[in-house]
């Protein structure tokens, strides 16, 4: 008799699919001490277009089959840097971060960046994204990479999305260590 479990186990590995999470490299764009509600939304337009700080990155030749990244500049040249040409998606974006009020007292970057992911978290009206439609936007994109006939997918995304995108991997059946704050140009494992 012939054993054929040694089928099966191959059918189960090459249907597995692995989605690596990377947050792009660091920008080089300096926090302001101190800003009105005006001056938090043009640094934001800033470090969108920011240079990156060099890093030197050695990928394991055939890492991935492909490497999809949001279309923000700093995703954009860190997919480059790690793996050629990436699938540019406007699914991947950071969560936009707009002021939590108009005008007002000068703030601290950090009170603005708190405030305004907090008013995310509640789906305030003055953040352009509910947490809902961001979770329903990371829906999209995993649909996406799904359907591409890749096997393992390099996703260069940005802080506070890819705990959302992990998230969203998590209710599809995927597992691996949850992201936490990542560091700059870390990458995590998801495997369904």
Known sequence: MIDESWNETYIQESNRMKISLMRHYEVECPYPNRMYS?????????????PLI?????????????????????????????????????????????????GGPRLPYHIWTVMGRLCWLMSHPSQMESK???????????????????????AVSHGFFIPVLAGELRKKGYSGRKPGKLKNGEIILMEK
């Open 38 to 50: 005006a001056e938090f939304t043009s640094w934001c337009s800033d470090y969108d277009s920011a």
């Open 54 to 102: 060099p890093v030197h990155f050695e990928a394991q030749e055939g890492s991935w089959d492909a490497c999809f990244s949001s279309d923000l500049p700093r995703a954009v040249r860190t997919a480059e840097s790690v793996y050629g040409v990436p699938v540019q998606t406007p699914l991947l974006r950071e969560v936009p971060l707009s002021p939590f009020l108009a």
């Open 132 to 154: 809902h439609q961001t979770a329903l936007r990371a829906g999209r994109w995993i649909e996406e990479a799904e359907g591409s006939g890749h096997e393992h997918i390099l």
